[in-house]
């Protein structure tokens, strides 16, 4: 029964047809923007480089500085997750920020024309908003988290390939074959990067942007240090191995925090949900018309919304930090 009655409201509200189709074609545009051409066979490709609509895109986000802004931190994290090419990257950052501000632009403009209560259109759009850019942030984290977990290995490989060879270079070079996948390009970029002493700073800073981590911070620190003292810088680097183990364990200790507040949240929502179904059960369209009908009825909904919403978002935020 409330399967046809979802029917029958979405028959008489074609804009959330609309939008629903609209999403998915977003959020399927974003994937494939991030995976290769080799990988998804596409005959016609409606964005391509070279194109000039895709160029008129690029032009008008160079125009507007917080767009700007935006492209440039996706070109960043694209960087480190697709192994392509900064101008590849600073392509498809271009297209991302394009499909989510038009997936924003046609969420506002549908959102209008939608026969539900006037409450309830914020909540619509905030969820435009945060939807596509939660999935974004968590698709780039959990691209990421593998890189994270990695980098004490790549500290542990170059220590030992440092000792015998005192020479930075020759160690990241040596240390490219023994590193995990993860990691192994940027280095293998990193050491491209590095022909002489100009060159040599700023191929280590790039490589420090690019993984965005505080422990490779550090282990960058060091790198150049040792470069321009020339002095061995061994005990520097077990020190930081020994540091980033510790800050490992601190780590895993705030994952099992986080674990339990997300059980809780998720907890407090199923509960949310089931009491709703459970009272429509009971009563029937009493309920119903209570829910939707009324403002008191809107206004428990609409907090119920408001209190996902929220946790939801900080639940994210704090596992991305």
Same mark, same amino acid.
């Given at each position: 029964?409330?399967?046809?009655?979802?029917? &029958?409201?979405?028959?008489? &509200?074609?804009?959330?047809?609309?939008? #629903?189709?609209?999403?998915?074609? +977003?959020?399927?545009?974003?994937?494939?923007?991030?995976?290769?051409?080799?990988?998804?066979?596409?005959?016609?490709?409606?964005?391509?480089?070279?194109?000039?609509?895709?160029?008129?895109?690029?032009?008008?986000?160079?125009?507007?500085?917080?767009?700007?802004?935006?492209?440039?931190?996706?070109?960043?994290?694209?960087?480190?997750? +697709?192994?392509?090419?900064?101008?590849?990257?600073?392509?498809?950052?271009?297209?991302?920020?394009?499909?989510?501000?038009?997936?924003?632009?046609?969420?506002?403009?549908?959102?209008?024309?939608?026969?539900?209560?006037?409450?309830?259109?914020?909540?619509?759009?905030?969820?435009?908003?945060?939807?596509?850019?939660?999935?974004?942030?968590?698709?780039?984290?959990?691209?990421?988290?593998?890189?994270? %977990?990695?980098?004490?290995?790549?500290?542990?490989?170059?220590?030992?390939?440092?000792?015998?060879?005192?020479?930075?270079?020759?160690? #990241?070079?040596?240390?490219?074959?023994?590193?995990?996948?993860?990691?192994?390009?940027?280095?293998?970029?990193?050491?491209?990067?590095?022909?002489?002493?100009?060159?040599?700073?700023?191929?280590?800073?790039?490589?420090? +942007?690019?993984?965005?981590?505080?422990?490779? +911070?550090?282990?960058?620190?060091?790198?150049?240090?040792?470069?321009?003292?020339? %002095?061995?810088?061994?005990?520097?680097?077990?020190?930081?191995?020994?540091?980033?183990?510790?800050?490992?364990?601190?780590?895993?200790?705030?994952?099992?925090?986080?674990?339990?507040?997300?059980?809780?949240?998720?907890?407090?929502?199923?509960?949310?949900?089931?009491?709703?179904?459970?009272?429509?059960?009971?009563?029937?369209?009493?309920?119903? &018309?209570?829910?939707?009908?009324?403002?008191?009825?809107?206004?428990?909904?609409?907090?119920?919304?408001?209190?996902?919403?929220?946790?939801?978002?900080?639940?994210?935020?704090?596992?991305?930090?």
């Amino acid at each position: 029964m409330q399967f046809i009655e979802i029917i &029958n409201y979405m028959e008489g &509200n074609i804009p959330v047809l609309i939008l #629903l189709a609209f999403a998915l074609i +977003t959020l399927l545009s974003i994937v494939l923007s991030m995976i290769s051409p080799k990988r998804v066979k596409v005959k016609k490709r409606i964005m391509q480089q070279n194109s000039k609509f895709s160029q008129k895109i690029v032009n008008v986000i160079n125009k507007v500085s917080i767009l700007t802004k935006l492209r440039d931190f996706v070109r960043i994290q694209l960087g480190l997750i +697709t192994s392509k090419s900064d101008v590849k990257n600073e392509y498809y950052a271009s297209m991302m920020v394009f499909y989510l501000g038009s997936f924003f632009i046609t969420s506002f403009i549908v959102t209008l024309f939608l026969s539900i209560p006037l409450m309830f259109k914020p909540l619509i759009l905030i969820l435009c908003i945060l939807v596509p850019h939660l999935f974004m942030v968590m698709y780039i984290k959990g691209k990421r988290k593998k890189i994270y %977990n990695d980098f004490p290995e790549l500290v542990s490989v170059f220590i030992s390939k440092y000792v015998s060879t005192q020479n930075t270079k020759e160690a #990241l070079r040596k240390s490219i074959p023994d590193l995990p996948y993860s990691l192994r390009y940027e280095v293998k970029r990193l050491v491209n990067s590095m022909n002489h002493a100009e060159s040599y700073f700023k191929a280590l800073d790039e490589f420090d +942007t690019r993984v965005n981590y505080v422990m490779c +911070t550090a282990f960058v620190a060091l790198l150049k240090a040792g470069y321009k003292t020339n %002095n061995d810088i061994i005990q520097s680097l077990l020190d930081l191995e020994g540091y980033i183990s510790q800050e490992r364990l601190e780590s895993q200790r705030k994952v099992e925090e986080l674990k339990d507040k997300k059980a809780n949240i998720y907890f407090l929502i199923a509960c949310m949900v089931v009491t709703y179904f459970g009272m429509v059960n009971r009563l029937g369209d009493k309920a119903t &018309n209570f829910y939707w009908h009324t403002i008191q009825g809107q206004a428990v909904v609409a907090g119920c919304i408001i209190f996902s919403i929220v946790s939801i978002t900080m639940i994210v935020v704090e596992d991305t930090l």
